[in-house]
């Protein structure tokens, strides 16, 4: 049984806690948050001095309280961990030994994963330590990947490129069809298929569109009507880019 305290009950912090609960060789004996969660079964504090022992300390907090929260903590040579994808292994304290366990999802309070197709990305000090993460991760992942820091950084760049600009993309089209009173709906096939493709296709097969086929004309149109639009540099400098990538 591997034994969890889990240090912040956010979005990350809840869905790790439901996922490791529901794990039979996984006990988190103890959530620590600021605020007090009254539907959470699991003993939980809001005093780092009352912190029980645990085989892993899980801080699941915004990534630029890290450092500080991590220098809190009132013991020491335990195994502490952050599930940041871009913040390195150094930002926790060196008073404890240090991992990383970040799973590499996109995660709200309110929506559902399925955290066995989740990769959990895994870092240690020390082999020992290493194993037990590579251990905790396959109680809940049926991929668990050795990362370092450093190369984990640069996945996280390209992460935010296929999640987060990706749905400010979502959002500009929302606007889009809102300001011309059609239906964002009609869009979410499109949506959904072009996710899809890329399981079978690599995204620079994948790609169509004005710019891959080089139609000058549907270019310059778009750019009429974007005319009086904050989004027609995005859409310019989205279209050079596709032009010079080789897509
Ligand atoms: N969300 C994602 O999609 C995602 C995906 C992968 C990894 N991550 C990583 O997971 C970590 C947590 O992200 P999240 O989205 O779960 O954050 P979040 O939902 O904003 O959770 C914040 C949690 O941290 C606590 N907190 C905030 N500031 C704190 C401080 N200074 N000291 C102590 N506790 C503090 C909050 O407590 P209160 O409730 O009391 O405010 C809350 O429990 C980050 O490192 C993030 O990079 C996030």
Redesign the pocket.
């Known amino acids: 049984m591997i034994t969890i305290v889990l240090l ?6 809840q869905h790790l806690y439901n996922v490791m609960e529901a794990a039979k060789d996984v006990d988190v004996v103890q959530v620590y ?3 007090k969660h009254k539907t959470l079964k699991t003993p939980q504090t809001q005093d780092l001095k009352a912190l029980v022992s645990a085989d892993v300390y899980i801080i ?4 630029d ?2 450092g500080e ?1 991590s220098e809190s903590l009132p013991f020491k040579n335990r195994l502490v961990v ?6 390195h292994m150094d930002v926790l304290s060196s008073n404890n030994l240090r991992g990383i366990f ?2 590499l ?3 709200s309070k309110i929506t559902k994963v399925d955290f066995s197709t989740i990769p959990i990305c895994v870092e240690a000090e020390n082999e020992a330590d290493l194993q037990l993460l590579k251990k905790l991760g396959d109680c809940i992942s049926e991929k668990v990947v050795e990362i370092s820091s450093s190369a984990r950084e640069k996945l996280h760049v390209a992460a935010v490129f296929v999640n987060n600009f990706t749905n400010h993309l979502y959002h500009i089209a929302e606007t889009i069809t809102a300001e011309n009173k059609l239906d964002f709906n009609l869009l979410k096939p499109l949506i959904t298929e072009t996710a899809r493709k890329i399981e079978t296709l690599s995204p620079a097969q994948a790609q169509t569109g004005p710019a891959k086929r080089n139609d000058k004309k549907t270019i310059e149109k778009h750019l009429k009507l974007l005319e009086n639009s904050k989004y027609r540099d995005l859409y310019e400098h989205l279209t050079e880019s596709i032009e010079n990538s080789g897509e």
């Open positions: 912040g009950y956010g979005n990350v912090g948050n600021r605020t699941a907090i915004p990534d309280a890290i929260f952050h599930t940041s994808g871009g913040a970040y799973p999802q996109t995660f």
